[in-house]
């Protein structure tokens, strides 16, 4: 079946550190991938996506490639800001047939130190 | 931009009581609505679908009678815990699907605590 596995947090950094976070998936098919983001207090927001293969999702400073031959889909950001500390979740849509259906990863905890 | 809100944020209850958790859309209609459980440090597990004028279809392995979905309206699907139990309590989140022109977005609320004691 379809999975997301992403790395434990919490990823600790300083501000205007270099930020990864992994994201690697299985799935059957050719799944769109996702990376939402979580403020304290508030719902998941979509951070930015993928629908294809070597497609590239960018967003406030963050990017993140579709890499099929390596089934992963890393988030990036050059230069992290207070700001971004968050919970970022990795997901795929489960199913090409029926929109919406997320499989999501475990989360990974950023905090970002001033 | 849009937003979706879930009512309460928090609940406790006793075992064997239900719970009604409300998810609206405030500024747009949503034909489907989704239902999501995270258990501590864990994924959101999709439970299942809330479709407008229609039952609602579950993910392999959730109770239909133990969680019953309703979605009355455009902007409102209720989610209810019925004979609650210790096992039930989670974290409950909700998203709602916006439809702008040939474009679909999924957003999500802030989630309801649930806490059976």
């Known amino acids: 079946g379809n999975s997301v596995t992403q790395m434990e947090g919490p990823v600790t950094l300083s501000e205007e550190a270099f930020l990864t976070i992994n994201c690697t998936y299985t799935?059957?098919?050719?799944?769109?991938l996702f990376w939402y983001v979580q403020y304290p207090g508030e719902g998941l927001q979509l951070l930015l996506k993928a629908t294809k293969a070597d497609d590239k999702g960018s967003n406030k400073g963050f990017e993140a490639t579709y890499r099929k031959e390596t089934t992963s889909f890393h988030l990036e950001k050059g230069s992290v800001q207070v700001s971004d500390s968050a919970v970022y979740f990795c997901?795929?849509?489960?199913?090409?047939?029926?929109?919406?259906?997320?499989?999501f990863g475990a989360g990974t905890q950023v905090v970002v130190t001033p | 931009g849009a937003v979706v809100s879930q009512h309460p944020s928090r609940v406790i209850c006793k075992s064997g009581t239900s719970v009604k958790i409300e998810c609206r859309s405030l500024d747009f209609q949503a034909t489907t609505m989704f239902w999501y459980r995270q258990f501590p440090k864990q994924s959101l597990m999709l439970m299942a679908t809330s479709n407008e004028g229609s039952k609602a279809t579950y993910e392999q392995g959730v109770e239909k009678d133990k969680f019953l979905i309703n979605h009355a309206s455009l902007t409102l699907s209720t989610l209810t815990v019925t004979s609650a139990h210790p096992e039930d309590s989670s974290f409950y989140i909700c998203?709602?699907?916006?439809?702008?022109?040939?474009?679909?977005?999924?957003?999500f609320g802030p989630g309801t605590r649930l806490t059976v004691l």
């Open positions: 799935a059957t098919g050719y799944p769109s």
């Open positions: 998203s709602a699907r916006r439809t702008s022109g040939s474009t679909d977005t999924q957003y």
């Open positions: 997901a795929l849509d489960r199913t090409t047939d029926s929109w919406g259906k997320l499989q």
